[in-house]
């Protein structure tokens, strides 16, 4: 036995076939086979029709067509069979579940499933028959007339579709290549803007868009699109998830994105019969020689075609409404174009540095082993954090360089050589004068070699005292000796500082004997009488 789709497939495959979506198309945009398509567009057409009333009948005798099993597509396709009353000489009430039908009703109402009506009816009213009998019961008291679709008509200036399609075939380096035509509509005007492209990414997305609006002259307040991959990183209903990235293209222009609902074509139909009437009437039987080539041909298409048309829904030329009504209560441009970036997620390398296209960028020390956000155009790169606050900005290196800023890099890894002779200098003068005043003519006589001297000099303070270092200074300047090995010499040979002896006695040490009898000899005493020959006599 086949597979039965669930309802809002069979809804999605009916809505698409009524657009004039082939079968194949329609099997690709939901993920299932043609073949099911077919199945269905087959059952579709062949469901049965009630039979007419002729002469000689009985007026109020109506053939009726047979109910449809359970998950069939000729209830989901409106077919519309009219639903047997549920009385109480009828199936429903022979079953197990008859006896709760006004229970089942009224719980249907509140918008109850039937799994969750059995499980309350088994628990409150002590239902002993299967979940079947429910859900058969169920289906009865549901099965009714679908209410009519509802026409959306925008005010001006409000909304404007988009989507992809398919476009025409161009010839690309010897081979023919299939192209894809991006379409944008003024759902007010119907005023329109097609571009075609090789892929469907998010920069083609963006960019497409943003030649809408400016040949349009303004900005819709919002923008209806499909669940397209290139803008939609989640698609839901409720709260969608837009890429971060179209999301920057929206705040720039002062627009909203709104994608439709999954699998519902309908939601964006003026869209839908765009792309159909510029596949079917600009590029059927069409192949160019390059991209440009067929952009050219659509500019000049809708300049001279589709504008001057007269629209079949709003009986007005389209060039004709949009220049009297729409244009005026379209959003103003933004001065400077959307500022295209590549954005991407990359891991902090042990360095601190992360990699964009083979050159290397330094981010703050704590983020090391982290993954952070990249952003990245022609001339500046920006580092966010998760919570996509910036942490770092670098200008565009050439490949197989780095650029690192110094706050960057974590003070432990600083060399002396690095923070510079005048960092070295401070620390030379912390060991004393001599030192100093050898280090600075040092400096002077040596130059620029003469700053990983000085670092060696200042690690001698690691090692020797300061007088033996300041004594070994003070010689070597008087014989203008500016190199490191002979003053490390001069510091060996300092003779070491001795070491003092512990005084056992003197004047200001008070003998031992006295505290003795200060604790022990004087325990019989009050604690008053203690605390007064513990007591410092006042100096007079």
Known sequence: MPNILKMAKVNAIIGLLELGWSRRRIGRELGIHRETVSRYAKSISEAPKPAKVTAGSSGDTESKPAIPPPGSCEVAAGSNPKPAKVTAGSGASRSMAGPFLEVVSGKLDMGLSAQRIFQDIVADHGFTGSYSS???????????????????????????????GSGAKVWDNGKLRQSHVLRVVLSHSRKSYSQTVFRQDTES???????????????????????????????????????????????????????????TPRHKGKIESGIKYVKNNALKGRVFNSLGEQNEHLRQWEKTIA????????????????????????????????????????????????????????????????????????????????????????????????STAREHIASGKISGVERGAGYLLSKASRIGGDAAMWARAMLDSRGIEGVR??????????????????????????????YLKPVRKLCAAQPEQGQMEFAEEHPVIRPLSEYQELLFNKQDKPMEEKYEQCAIEPVA
């Open 205 to 263: 997305f963006i960019r497409c868009v943003e030649n809408a609006v400016r040949h349009f002259g303004g900005v819709p307040r919002t923008l209806v699109i499909d669940n397209l991959k290139a803008a939609v990183k989640n698609a839901d209903w409720f709260d969608p998830e837009l890429n971060p990235k179209v999301m920057e293209f929206a705040r720039h222009y002062g627009t909203v994105i709104l994608p439709t609902k999954p699998y």
């Open 307 to 402: 504008d001057t048309r007269i629209h079949g829904t709003t009986r007005k030329q389209v060039k004709t409404l949009f220049e009297d009504v729409e244009l005026k209560t379209l959003l103003p441009l933004p001065e400077q174009p959307f500022p295209f970036y590549h954005e991407g997620r990359r891991r902090v390398h042990r360095d601190g540095h992360v990699e964009v296209s083979k050159s290397y960028y330094s981010v703050p020390p704590e983020y090391l082993g982290r993954d952070v956000w990249v952003r990245w155009d022609g001339r500046i790169l920006r580092v966010f954090n998760d919570r996509f606050e910036q942490i770092a900005i670098h200008t565009i290196a050439t490949p197989g360089r780095f």
């Open 134 to 164: 429910v859900k058969r019961l169920v289906r009865r008291l549901g099965a009714q007339t679908p209410l009519p679709f509802r026409r959306m008509e925008c005010a001006p200036g409000q909304e404007a579709q988009i989507d992809f």
């Open 453 to 482: 001297v000085l670092q060696g000099f200042v690690g001698l303070a690691g090692k020797y005292p300061a007088n033996a270092i300041n004594s070994a200074s003070r010689t070597a300047l008087k014989s203008r000796c500016f």
